[in-house]
């Protein structure tokens, strides 16, 4: 905003360009009212219009002020403006203020205008921004909506619009269009007046330009009499003025090439068309003939545009013949080459054209279905253009609607290859046969395309309101998937049609994958609602029952694919099974058992060998599950040899999901959703095979995992040749296949190979010898070595590719593996889920830790690869680590558990990854949180109940066995504190004390013999930071007594006393990150010791830091690791200021310091500004009443001010004869020359108990131990500030304030004639007396 406002900015109107006249009034306006003009020119829409809408609410309260004659004057000044975004601003901004202000007169406006941007004065620099103020100005008088009213000024600025279209090149047609929209909208009588003055009557000039003919068009419009007198009688669409009308909407439609719109003139010429019968001849020859004979993509666009709009005009004769000739070609070609080629894709705003047709005749239903069959009939060699999933019929009337479905099945059961409007684009026309144009392959294609889009209808369609449609497609499809006709009769709607080009057998297979595309749409989106009547089934079961219907009328109806008598008999069986699972449709697991095996038994028609089977394991499995045994009966089938029903039906689900089938995957998650409950361990163990393929892979009944590859191949190569570019893409995959091809067959050249060339070049004696000058091979020699030479690379070649294809056939068996694991994981997270509480989740821990350790180590980083571990750690880490609930039955196996986790973390000692083992330590810790929370079951009585968590000892009840445990994170943390590369973190530690803090009370010890000592500097660093962590936790301190707290505090200081030993020494990183660790662990104890009041003795901590506080200095001063140097300065004195010490402040040598002999008060007229009140220091009032006065230190050399200086000493004489009172003895000075620190004043504190006093006494020596500052000399005296008055620190004297503060408080706080003298002058000057 700054640099906005610079007065030196080239934008006109800013307030330093104001005239010197206006500039005091200027200074009146607000700086509110100002900023509103600033806002006005930003980009933002919303900030414009609400900074316009202020502006205007602003000059309402203030209409006769000088705020609107200074508004005026700045949106003008706005409008020639070098920042071209800002003028169309200030032009609505001018517009919306006439518009609220009409006493403002228009006339004056447009003169103020002209006034301040003169077209005579203006040079080149300048000529840009006074066009375009004054084409701007004339919008804005417009856009107001007073200029139609205004005849003078109406007439004034039709001529500055004439005037300012002689300037093409600057603004090239905007003028004119300015007056085109200005006339539009004046009355007739005036049109008629305006007329002779912008419109020549020359018809030469008419065809001249788009604007001029629009506006031609505009007077045939308004006012046909005046014009015919003004250029006569015109024929527009004669031969003679054909080629001008073209050159006119070419021009037209490179003007708005970059706007992406129809021009006006087009639209315009379009109705004059229609209005005199000349449409035929406009369509044919201006469009057809003449946009089109040397087609650009702007004049193609400016057609496909014209077309769009056109629909809502043209009767159905037309609209037949325009859907039919070469435009309709031209724009299926261009839709076809356009995302090939990066040309801009016009398929979506001809599905808006189409879709604002449709929505505006929904009462012609006659219309709708002419428009869409004929869009639907544009084919590329039988491959309609439009995409299957075009959502234009959604406006479809219901009668519409039957009708276009009813089209498609005519379509896909007799095609009239002669009514549709095919073409082939011009590089298919080079490039294929005439093998390409055969019937059968348009069929083909045509068919494909239909039976998808009927699947896509119905995904766009209202079940409750189309649901007879819903219903006729389903049929269809599912009639012609698995059915053939015949006899034809009326039960069967379906059998009534034959199909008049059969329908082979590749045809038959995108019928199958759609109908059961179609049956997923229907079972996802049209679920039944439950607030319905009881009777209303699933779409799946009225399917199944019309299959039924139609397997009865054997007579006219016969499968593709007989049943056999047992395939039947499953059939007949799985019809029981669903009523008898009615009489339990209220339960939710009789509703998933009866939609798996409605789903099963539908794929019976598809693969009837494996159904079959399929069908008859789960009839058995839900009879099984439904019935409610006895124990007996429990007991006598578990010494059975038939496995359980559960794991029968996971083999089932598991078989389910390796087909490729969404609508499997969803049925299988919900189905195993309701029988996890029953889930065995070898029902789990065969989950659990498929994520370890090495356990399972020489097995004999692994799953087969299937997809459509081979289908989506040939589709894919069948589509191929849809466009040119897809033929260009295909070669340039062959260069590449072919470079390839060579750099393998350099890399497979074996020594096998390259010895057989050897042989049959020695062979054909091609290889140069002793005698190879003297003879030369033959015709038929080179011949014949040709042939074995070719044949000789011919057999390397196919082995080549061979091995390419064994490659491939793995990579390919690798990714269908993937995919199933990922969908068997489903199984996994809705066990996880739905059953936390189970003991078979415990036995998911170390196959999901393998499989993610196998992932992660995997060289593959394919984004399957990726999906697959990223889908198992969310289960492992959210769903099962971070679960609410847990197992609680573990009593039995506690043993097992405890060994489990001392494997888990042996295991994650052993990785080399971190991430790696960071997945095996928080598996630990799952299993210790199970030990904990399950108890004994005979450690109480019956009627007793477990201890509580806050009860005085838990850990006696539940089954954790502490001791181990212990033992086992022992070694863990003593590896991490030894080892140089450790898979461990501190991390992992932290979580672990966090959750379990005995375990982190056992393992202090550990961490405090690694504080020091002879451990590494990096170990000692991480030793210091668990410790500092640890100790600041309140679970562990609950761990702890007082005394045997405070004895453990002072462990761990002693400690890092000797760590401290060497502080300011360190030569590498890892040292100086000890130290580091080092002074914030001691900073933590401080603060315990002085939170909890611990009487720890630290004079042996105080001498040490005194001690290296010049080894700190003399480091500090070398430059070594000055990155973290701050932080380590930081830290020590801030441990220093807890024990007592203050750090002393550096002084800074200012410019123009005052002599020493100068007064304050001189000083304090030399500063400028104003102390606000709130920044002014109030005077401090001591604790019972007592006020605290500030002794400063008597001056090393020099004079005082005598305004002070008997202050000073009354203060100083209070003091001392207020210490002995105080219980703090004043100590007595050393000698200047001694590194020791000075004393200072006491602070004054209420009398102390004897026993307060003993403890003070104790750290009295403290005082003559206190270090020299590193920055000042050892001749200044330094000041100590008082320790807090908690446990065993006492407080030190508190050091005073620096001589020169101390003076000015002095002289700004006591109520001196100075003071006063100065404040009476300062009002004086204020008032401006000398």
Not at 233 to 257: G, H, Q, Y
Not at 804 to 813: C, S, T
Not at 1291 to 1311: F, Y
Request: proline letters at 6%; one cysteine or more.
């Amino acid at each position: 905003m700054a640099d906005k406002r610079n007065p030196h900015n080239s934008e006109p109107g800013t307030p330093g360009e104001a005239t010197n006249g206006d500039r005091h009034g200027l200074l009146e306006h607000s700086r509110e009212f100002l900023d509103f003009f600033w806002d006005i020119a930003k980009p933002q829409q919303e900030t414009r219009l609400e900074a316009t809408e202020k502006l205007l609410e602003y000059l309402r309260t203030r209409p006769q002020g000088s705020e609107m004659k200074y508004a005026l004057k700045r949106l003008i000044t706005g409008l020639g403006v070098g920042r071209e975004a800002a003028r169309p601003c200030y032009s609505l901004a001018l517009a919306q203020l006439l518009q609220s202000f009409e006493d403002i007169p228009l006339c004056s406006i447009l003169k103020q205008i002209q006034e301040k941007y003169e077209l005579q004065k203006m040079s080149k620099a300048t000529m840009r921004p006074v066009l375009f103020a004054n084409l701007f100005g004339v919008l804005a008088l417009f856009q107001s909506g007073r200029l139609v009213k205004d005849q003078e000024a109406l007439m004034k600025s039709v001529k500055l619009l004439q005037v300012l279209a002689q300037h093409y090149n600057h603004l090239q047609g905007q003028p004119m269009k300015a007056l085109v929209d200005i006339l539009s909208e004046v009355p007739e009588a005036t049109f008629q007046e305006i007329l002779p003055k912008v419109l020549k009557g020359e018809l030469k000039v008419v065809l001249s330009s788009p604007k001029h003919l629009e506006l031609y068009l505009l007077a045939q419009q308004k006012v046909p009499s005046a014009l015919e007198k003004l250029v006569g009688s015109v024929d527009l669409f004669s031969k003679e003025n054909i080629p001008s009308l073209v050159s006119v909407l070419k021009m037209a439609a490179t003007s708005v090439k970059k706007e992406h719109k129809l021009p006006d003139v087009a639209l315009d010429l379009l109705r004059l068309a229609l209005k005199e019968d000349k449409f035929l001849r406009f369509w044919n020859e201006v469009v057809e003939q003449g946009l089109l004979k040397k087609p650009s993509w702007p004049a193609s666009y400016l057609c496909f545009r014209l077309l769009g709009a056109a629909l809502p005009l043209l009767s159905k004769e037309q609209l037949h013949l325009v859907m039919r000739g070469d435009l309709i070609r031209h724009l299926g070609e261009h839709m076809v080459i356009a995302k090939s080629q990066n040309l801009f894709k016009f398929a979506p705003v001809m599905g808006a054209y189409v879709s604002t047709f449709l929505e505006g005749c929904q009462d012609n239903p006659e219309r709708q279905l002419s428009v869409l069959v004929a869009f639907s009939s544009i084919t590329n060699q039988g491959l309609p253009v439009m995409p299957t999933i075009w959502r234009v019929t959604r406006f479809l009337n219901s009668q519409a609607l039957q009708g276009y479905v009813s089209w498609l099945r005519d379509m896909f059961l007799q095609p009239d290859l002669d009514s549709l409007v095919d073409f082939s684009t011009t590089n298919q026309k080079k490039v294929q046969d005439a093998s390409f144009n055969v019937p059968e392959r348009a069929v083909f294609r045509l068919r494909k395309w239909i039976i998808h889009r009927l699947v896509c209808l119905v995904e766009q369609l209202n079940l409750e309101k189309d649901e007879p449609v819903v219903e006729q497609v389903a049929r269809f499809c599912l009639f012609h998937s698995f059915f053939k006709t015949k006899k034809p009769t009326s039960q069967i709607p379906e059998t009534k049609h034959q199909f008049s080009f059969p329908l082979n057998d590749r045809a038959r297979e995108f019928i199958v994958n759609a109908f059961f595309s179609l049956l997923q749409t229907l079972s996802v989106k049209f679920r039944p609602v439950t607030d319905k009547a009881e009777d209303e089934k699933p779409w799946t079961y009225r399917l199944v029952k019309l299959a039924d219907f139609l397997l009865s009328h054997t007579r006219n109806v016969a499968l593709l694919t007989p049943f056999t008598v047992q395939q039947r008999q499953a059939w007949n069986q799985m019809l029981e099974t669903l009523k008898e699972l009615e009489s339990h449709s209220s339960e939710a697991k009789a509703s998933a058992f009866q939609h798996l095996l409605l789903l099963v038994g539908i794929h019976l028609f598809k693969s009837p060998t494996e159904s079959c089977e399929l069908l008859g394991d789960i009839q058995a499995c839900i009879k099984k599950s439904m019935e409610h045994r006895t124990r007996r009966s429990r007991a006598k089938t578990a010494n059975t040899q038939e496995p359980p029903w559960v794991e029968v039906m996971v083999e089932i689900l598991l078989s389910l999901l390796a087909q490729p089938s969404h609508l499997m995957r969803q049925v299988a998650r919900n189905v195993f959703g309701h029988i996890c409950s029953h889930l065995t361990s070898r029902a789990l163990q065969l989950i659990l095979a498929v994520l370890n393929p090495e356990v399972n892979e020489d097995e004999e009944d692994n799953v087969v995992v299937t997809d459509d590859a081979d289908e989506q191949q040939k589709e894919a190569e069948d589509e191929g040749s849809d466009s040119e570019d897809e033929n260009s893409d295909s070669e340039g995959d062959n260069g590449q296949d072919e470079e390839s091809e060579e750099e393998e067959r350099d890399e497979d050249v074996d020594p096998g190979f390259r010895q057989q060339l050897m042989e049959v070049l020695q062979a054909g004696k091609a290889l140069g010898g002793v005698d190879s000058d003297e003879e030369e091979l033959g015709d038929e020699a080179m011949m014949a070595l040709d042939e074995n030479l070719a044949s000789l690379f011919a057999e390397q070649k196919m082995r080549i590719q061979a091995r390419r294809d064994e490659k491939n056939k793995l990579q390919k068996e690798k990714m269908l593996r993937r995919d199933f694991q990922i969908r068997v994981l489903d199984l996994i997270e809705v066990l996880v889920t739905k059953q936390p509480e189970s003991p078979l989740v415990l036995e998911l821990l170390e196959p999901l830790l393998s499989s993610i350790r196998r992932c992660m180590h995997s060289r593959s980083s394919t984004k399957q690869e990726q999906d697959l571990l990223h889908k198992m750690a969310r289960i492992f880490m959210h769903h099962l680590c971070r679960a609410r609930h847990y197992c609680h039955e573990v009593d039995n196996c506690a043993e097992a558990l405890h060994a489990q986790v001392e494997r888990l973390v042996q295991q994650a000692g052993r990785q080399a990854d971190t991430s790696v083992a960071l997945y095996y330590f928080n598996a630990s810790l799952y299993l210790l949180r199970v030990l904990k929370g399950n108890f004994r079951k005979g450690h109480f009585l019956e009627g007793q109940k477990p201890p509580s968590s806050q009860s005085e000892d838990p850990q006696a009840a539940n089954c954790l066995d502490l001791n181990l445990v212990t033992s086992v994170y022992s070694a863990a943390l003593s590896s991490f504190l030894a080892k140089r590369n450790s898979p461990f973190t501190v991390a992992m530690f932290l979580s672990l004390f966090s959750r379990h803090p005995m375990i982190c009370k056992n393992l202090l010890p550990i961490l405090i013999k690694h504080v020091g000592g002879s451990a590494r500097p990096r170990h000692q660093s991480q030793a210091c930071l668990l410790l500092q962590k640890s100790l600041s936790a309140r679970e562990l301190r609950v761990c702890f007594e007082d005394p045997e707290w405070e004895q453990l505090v002072g462990k761990v200081l002693v400690k890092v006393t000797e760590a401290l030993c060497t502080l300011g020494e360190a030569q590498s990183k890892s040292e100086h990150q000890k130290e580091l660790s080092s002074l914030e662990l001691l900073n933590a104890l401080l603060r315990t010791i002085n939170l909890e009041k611990l009487a720890i003795d630290l004079t042996a901590l105080l001498g040490t830091l005194q001690g290296k506080q010049q080894t700190l200095q003399q480091s500090l001063k070398q430059g070594n690791h000055s990155t973290g140097s701050t932080r380590l300065c930081d830290l020590y004195w801030q441990a220093m200021k807890i024990l007592g010490v203050q750090r002393p402040k550096l002084e800074k040598v200012a410019k123009g310091v005052p002599s020493e002999t100068e007064s304050p008060v001189s000083m304090k007229r030399k500063k400028k500004g104003f102390l606000p009140e709130t920044k002014k220091r109030k005077k401090r009032k001591a604790e019972d009443g007592v006020p605290e006065e500030v002794a400063p230190p008597p001056a090393a050399g020099g004079d005082q001010t005598p305004s002070t200086g008997k202050k000073r000493k009354k203060m100083k004489a209070k003091d001392l004869a207020q210490s002995p009172v105080n219980g703090t003895p004043a100590t007595k000075s050393p000698a200047l020359d001694t590194p020791t620190l000075s004393p200072s004043t006491p602070v004054k504190t209420p009398a102390k108990t004897p026993k307060l006093q003993e403890q003070k006494e104790k750290v009295s020596k403290v005082k003559e131990a206190a270090p020299v500052s590193p920055t000042e000399p050892a001749g200044k005296k330094q000041y100590q500030k008082a320790l807090p008055k908690k446990g065993g620190l006492s407080p030190t004297p508190q050091s005073s304030l620096p001589r020169k503060r101390a003076r000015l408080s002095l002289v700004s706080r006591s109520p001196s004639l100075f003071q006063s003298g100065m404040k009476k002058k300062r009002g004086m000057q204020r008032k401006g007396t000398p």
